[in-house]
């Protein structure tokens, strides 16, 4: 997902974001100034307050050099600390037992003055600053981030309207004119791009709805005729018996398309509608192994069927003998010898054969959509209508096989 935060989250965010770094720059800016101005002050000070000693020892030369709790001067020839000597004329910043100094250094008629402002106070003025300035960040951090939630519940209360009357848009109301009642701007772009999207999607609807109708219709009437000529042609016993197969095989034939049929429009319903009931499996398969067994012809396979418990599924029977055909048809279609095992519990129900199997490398598509093995005879629709039965039920298919050695399906239909 490229988004994992909720629309609010991130309008709030984002105008928290905005207020911290405008508030931040401006600390930082405030900051950065107070201490520029005061080391300019201090500058500025030591400057006049070394000039006017100039002038007062030019008039006395034996005037003493300032010697406050700020200021602290010396002139060369006296006694000069050693951090001082060697300090070329200019600003400096020094430290005098353990005290922070800033220090200007001037030469006049061959004397070298050393005048000192002590920045204890400052320092410590400046380190309540950054404390201020924090606290000032930190509160605009939360007023920001107080007033962004505000603001994003009221930015996106458009957009969550919106997104409950596109809810709220059911089969029985396709064409609800919804955008109308929103402004022409971006969100009513949005507005009338959904609502022409929930148009032509009802439409697409409607033309599956007939179409299925139809379909229905139109396939089930011609099946019909099929198998009632099948049967009325089956009913005579002097037929021989390779075209009694062939007719058999014909009826068949049109009954297992009318149950595909059915079962097709069923999956093709949003949801079950409750007429089915439920699905007796164990008389579901015994007729399904019946129904099938002459798809094994002459060839030596011998068919076990284990029924240890009768379970009922809520399911629609058509799509639970879609389900069972499917797995039954493909193990006696492709097993030439050996035998076939059904087995129906209360959680499962398991096909095994020693069919020719499935190669490894084709396992993971067999659930695939028109996909079909080398050797198959169907259209790669089975196993594929198979897995979306489970998967509108919340059943499990697994399919377990090796090439050569047979092949093991498992439906488990309860946990």
């Not at 409950?164 to 971006?186: C, K, L, M, N």
């Not at 979306?388 to 050569?404: A, Q, T």
Request: proline share 4%; aromatic share 6%.
């Amino acid at each position: 997902m490229r988004f994992t935060r909720s629309l609010r989250f991130r309008v709030a965010a984002a105008f928290a974001a905005v207020g911290g770094a405008v508030s931040l720059t401006l600390a930082v800016g405030l900051y950065l100034g107070a201490l520029d101005a005061g080391e300019r002050l201090i500058d500025e000070t030591l400057s006049a307050e070394l000039q006017d000693y100039q002038a007062r020892r030019a008039r006395n030369p034996g005037s003493l050099p300032p010697a406050t709790a700020t200021l602290l001067g010396y002139v060369s020839g006296g006694e000069v600390p050693a951090e001082l000597r060697g300090r070329q004329p200019g600003q400096h910043r020094v430290s005098l037992n353990a005290i922070p100094y800033r220090l200007a250094v001037a030469d006049r008629a061959g004397v070298r003055y050393y005048l000192l402002y002590n920045e204890s106070l400052l320092l410590e003025r400046q380190s309540r600053l950054v404390l201020y300035l924090a606290g000032f960040v930190a509160l605009m951090v939360a007023l920001s981030l107080g007033l962004a939630l505000w603001l994003a519940e009221r930015v996106i209360e458009p957009v969550k309207d919106l997104a409950r009357r596109v809810r709220a848009i059911g089969p029985e109301t396709p064409h609800a004119d919804f955008a109308a009642d929103f402004p022409q701007d971006e969100l009513g772009e949005l507005a009338q791009a959904l609502q022409h999207s929930l148009r032509r999607l009802a439409a697409f609807i409607e033309r599956e709805r007939a179409f299925t109708a139809d379909v229905s219709h139109e396939l089930r009437t011609p099946l019909a005729v099929i198998r009632g000529a099948a049967e009325v042609l089956l009913a005579d016993e002097s037929r021989p018996e390779k075209e009694r197969r062939r007719l058999e095989r014909i009826e068949r034939a049109a009954s297992d398309m009318a149950d595909l049929s059915t079962a097709l429009l069923a999956m093709a319903r949003e949801q079950d509608d409750g007429r089915q009931g439920g699905a007796d499996m164990a008389t579901l398969l015994k007729e399904t192994v019946d129904k099938h067994r002459s798809l094994l012809g002459e060839r030596p396979v011998t068919v076990e069927l284990a029924i240890f418990a009768r379970p009922t599924l809520a399911a629609d029977p058509n799509l639970v003998v879609i389900v069972m055909a499917n797995l039954i048809r493909n193990s006696f279609t492709y097993t030439e010898r050996g035998e076939v095992s059904i087995q129906l519990d209360e959680h499962a129900l398991s096909v095994s054969d020693s069919g020719v199997g499935i190669p490894r490398e084709a396992l993971s598509r067999v659930f695939q959509r028109l996909y079909k093995g080398a050797g198959s005879e169907g259209f790669g629709i089975g196993l594929s209508l198979v897995k979306k039965i489970c998967d509108r039920y919340g059943w499990v298919i697994e399919l377990d096989s090796e090439e050569g050695r047979g092949t093991r399906a498992v439906l488990k239909f309860m946990s």
